[in-house]
């Protein structure tokens, strides 16, 4: 398997030999974005850069080349893609949980979600979710900006209701219309918004299944996650 790489040239006066080295030479030319990790890349010569959002390049410091692309074994397996969940799994540790909205058993199998109570796939989601066998942790941020008229105001009133499980049954499953506002629930749904965009969402329902997203009601990813998880407990 063959993938396209884009060589882009620096004008770097001396070549980077430590990564030290690299991190200061490439935040000097990454100043829109933070450089969060650089390691030795799976192929002699190269780093691996991850910035912010998770993505992943290479740097040549012998030839002063950036490479954007996906570096592939010979069978076929990604390695780029095994660099992106290794990212993901430590982003999940500057999630601010404390503003999420946590529904489910707290021994649960753990899946984030950003779901959106107008998205008829989330509703999908959420009834296959609540028919599972298997308990989850539902950790739940609200992405509400494809339905910006409707979805806010019902996302506000489950996180300024006083017994937020029933509120969110009342929304997706009775589809009653949203009452409760109050700051809190919309400062709540800020942080809402700036995970989502931290994340790169672009789409509901979002699942960050083991640090790696799954955009869409993927019944089947679904089910053999749950499944794996099951038999590791």
């Known amino acids: 398997m063959i993938s396209a790489i884009l060589l882009i040239a620096l ?7 430590t990564i030290e080295e690299v991190k200061n030479t490439l935040a000097a030319k990454f100043t829109n974005s933070k450089i969060h990790d650089v390691r030795p890349g799976p192929i002699d010569g190269l780093y691996e ?30 390695l780029t893609a095994e660099a992106i969940a290794r990212a993901n799994r430590l982003r999940l540790e500057d999630l601010p949980y404390d503003q999420a ?42 992405m ?31 589809r009653i219309k949203p009452t409760a506002t109050c700051d809190t629930g919309a400062e709540q749904l800020q942080v809402h918004a700036n995970v989502s965009s931290q994340w790169r969402v672009q789409g509901t329902p979002t699942l960050i299944l083991d640090g790696s997203p799954v955009t869409g009601f993927r019944k ?14």
Do not use: M, W
């Open 101 to 142: 909205l946590v529904l489910g058993p707290e021994n649960g199998v753990p899946i984030i979600e950003f779901t959106d109570p107008d998205c008829p796939y989330c509703l999908g989601y959420d009834e296959f979710i609540r028919d599972s066998a298997v308990p989850v942790k539902r950790v739940i941020f609200f």
């Open 220 to 233: 089947e990813v679904i089910a053999n996650y749950l499944a794996n998880k099951t038999k590791e407990s």
């Open 11 to 17: 004008s770097i006066t001396a070549h980077a030999t």
């Open 49 to 78: 850069v991850t910035l912010s959002g998770a993505q992943v390049i290479y740097f040549s410091a012998k030839n002063n080349a950036l490479v954007f692309g996906e570096i592939y074994d010979l069978e076929g397996q990604s």
């Open 144 to 174: 509400t900006a494809i339905h910006p008229q409707t979805a806010p105001a019902k996302a506000q009133h489950i996180l300024c209701s006083e017994d937020k499980a029933a509120a969110f049954d009342d929304i997706y499953l009775r």
